[in-house]
């Protein structure tokens, strides 16, 4: 139960530092966006939450935006191990699922969020983009080269826009009808663009 019981409250704990502080802090930026959105979102409450000053929490993310980004991306899927089931559509069909599934919960409110907020802001809109396009291309990336590996498909086809397409059309997706991302929306991504873009070398 969250309560404002005295500013100090937080002193009488003990300290936590580096990463189980950014942990605690990161989960209580979750809770608070899965509870009020990224509009009603403040520092104030989540260093509450997390049991810890603002001024620990404005040291690592000096702004409302900094702190959602760095929230968001620690419940994406991980893009270095992304599943392996063997075949390129069973990995894209997973890669896919587990970005759903993510965008279903507080980190699809607060990318909703952080997206409305900062559209006229194009240097942090950059920022969203370059972050969230990255992490994307490089799960992709990794479900291409094992499928290489295994003679699934050619290198060649294997191309920078091609290892966006699959993520940007569920952002998209996302963007404009909300989630839960229906699984047909994801099969028709992988199997009408994906696999074919895939399997067509240039």
Do not use: C
């Not at 993520?167 to 074919?196: C, K, M, S």
């Amino acid at each position: 139960m969250s309560g404002h019981g005295g500013a100090g409250d937080h002193r009488k704990l003990p300290r936590r530092r580096g990463e189980e502080l950014e942990k605690a802090i990161l989960q209580a930026t979750l809770d608070e966006l899965a509870e009020t959105g990224f509009a009603g979102m403040t520092i104030e409450r989540i260093a509450e939450r997390a049991r810890t000053g603002k001024a620990s929490v404005y040291r690592r993310w000096p702004s409302r935006y900094e702190l959602a980004m760095a929230a968001i991306y620690r419940i994406a899927p991980d893009p270095a191990s992304p599943p392996d089931t063997g075949t390129l559509r069973g990995d894209l069909l997973a890669l896919l699922r587990a970005t759903a599934a993510m965008l279903s919960g507080p980190g699809g409110e607060a990318m909703r969020g952080l997206v409305g907020d900062v559209l006229r802001d194009e240097k942090r809109m950059a920022r969203i983009r370059e972050v969230s396009q990255g992490s994307g291309r490089r799960a992709v990336e990794e479900v291409t080269r094992r499928a290489v590996a295994r003679g699934e498909i050619d290198a060649a086809a294997v191309t920078t826009r091609r290892l966006e397409t699959g993520q940007a059309l569920l952002r998209q997706h996302f963007l404009f009808n909300g989630a839960p991302i229906p699984d047909t929306v994801i099969l028709e991504i992988v199997d009408e663009v994906l696999v074919p873009l895939f399997t067509n070398p240039l």
